[in-house]
């Protein structure tokens, strides 16, 4: 394939030439927050953080490291001091309490700062592309194939208000980012659910960092078009169904543990799920608020799947106002650590923007269900890639669904 580069989120940056990583001095700062940052998650935009020094332990696709002077075996995860266990299979294994254990060593802080996102705030978070990844893709394995003709993009038909799709805002180090996400069924609270899925990248910084600050849900962005072709509009016609903050976060332990900046093999367990709350309360769930919710389907046959991706493209040709799909037929597949599960490739022309956005097919009892996220895609803008979700995605939604 070609060259990797993360599809989505992240601040503003100038413009580039085409093949080339995109930075601008907020777009660098803020990269640098993502590959070493430490990100405590509290009130702000963020500007005050402090980056740490970088690890210098590799991801489990590569040799071992040294974190904090101990040397970690080669071909072992660089998370093994970080509460995991052992190897990703152990991961597998894990039990509720596990999971709990886990996630009260990695607490995700997000104070309702209350009017604190404006059509200001959200039209200035614009991604920056990150650099090539620094892993290829393992070669001799079997386990990729040629990359699938491009598709181009169509603009998904308004109103919004009844799809489970819509954007993800945070702030950062250097600024502020956005992606895209999907309303999910809560197994625990059918009817009434508050879950929300996205890519772990669009919620935490990964290795050596921590959870993005003022994260927040707006389902149906831009739903009536307001600020469709430059034009501004208001808050209530940006965010028709209101800003919906935070509570709790769960992304895979393998992003918090290997995730950076580039596409390499913590890409094949890039997802999260979000817990939310309407900053403006009143009695009714997300799914009641939307009026729709997805279920996720873990295990998807992908050799008999008919995908399409959505989201929010903000790169040229695009703008990240408009709600956009490709339909990208069967997908192929993308390694980068043959142990791991393979990720799915589609073509597509979406820019960044997108990332986090939702993969969706069709079930047996012909219901669409979510089957990854977009997580990375080529430099050129030709296809996209999402992790295959199995087991320990189905046990994080297992884990906040109960919680």
Not at 300 to 325: C, I, M, N, S
Request: proline letters at 9%; charged letters at 20%.
């Amino acid at each position: 394939m070609s060259p990797i580069r993360r599809s989505a989120d992240r601040t503003s940056g100038a413009a580039a030439r085409p093949g080339r990583p995109r930075r601008s001095a907020v777009g660098a700062a803020l990269a640098v927050a993502l590959l070493v940052g430490a990100c405590a998650c509290g009130p702000g935009s963020g500007s005050d953080d402090k980056a740490a020094a970088p690890s210098t332990a590799t991801n489990a696709a590569g040799g071992g490291g040294v974190i904090g002077g101990l040397t970690l075996p080669t071909g072992l995860p660089s998370g093994l001091l970080d509460g995991l266990p052992k190897t990703w299979d152990d991961l597998k294994k894990w039990k509720f309490e596990d999971w709990d254990n886990w996630a009260n060593q990695h607490v995700f802080n997000n104070p309702v700062v209350k009017d604190f996102w404006n059509p200001d705030k959200m039209g200035d978070s614009k991604p920056a592309d990150p650099a090539p990844p620094a892993t290829p893709p393992a070669a001799g394995s079997g386990a990729n194939d040629p990359e699938p003709p491009v598709v181009k993009a169509t603009p998904v038909a308004r109103p919004y208000t009844k799809q489970p799709s819509g954007k993800v805002f945070f702030s950062a180090e250097g600024g502020r980012g956005n992606c895209s996400a999907t309303v999910i069924a809560d197994p625990a609270h059918p009817g009434k659910s508050n879950l929300v899925w996205t890519a772990g990248h669009c919620v935490h910084q990964g290795k050596g960092g921590g959870f993005y600050k003022d994260l927040v849900f707006v389902p149906a962005y831009n739903d009536s078009g307001a600020s469709s072709g430059g034009k501004k509009a208001p808050l209530d016609q940006l965010a028709p169904l209101g800003t919906w903050w935070a509570d709790k976060v769960v992304p895979s332990p393998q992003w918090t543990a290997e995730g950076g900046g580039t596409g390499d093999a913590a890409n094949q367990y890039d997802f999260a799920v979000m817990r939310v709350h309407n900053q403006n309360g009143g009695g009714k769930s997300l799914e009641e608020t939307v009026g729709s919710a997805v279920p996720v389907w873990f295990d998807a046959p992908r050799e008999t799947l008919a995908v399409a991706a959505w989201g929010y493209p903000l790169v040229k040709p695009f703008d990240g106002q408009e709600l956009y799909r490709c339909d990208g037929g069967k997908p192929s597949r993308l390694t980068f650590d043959p142990k791991r599960p393979s990720m799915m490739t589609i073509g597509c022309n979406m820019t960044q923007g997108s990332s986090g956005g939702g993969w969706f097919a069709t079930m047996p009892d012909g219901r669409t269900a979510l089957i990854s996220n977009t997580s990375i895609g080529t430099q050129e803008h030709t296809s996209l890639s999402g992790p295959y979700l199995e087991t320990v995605a189905k046990q994080a939604l297992d884990y906040i669904s109960k919680k």
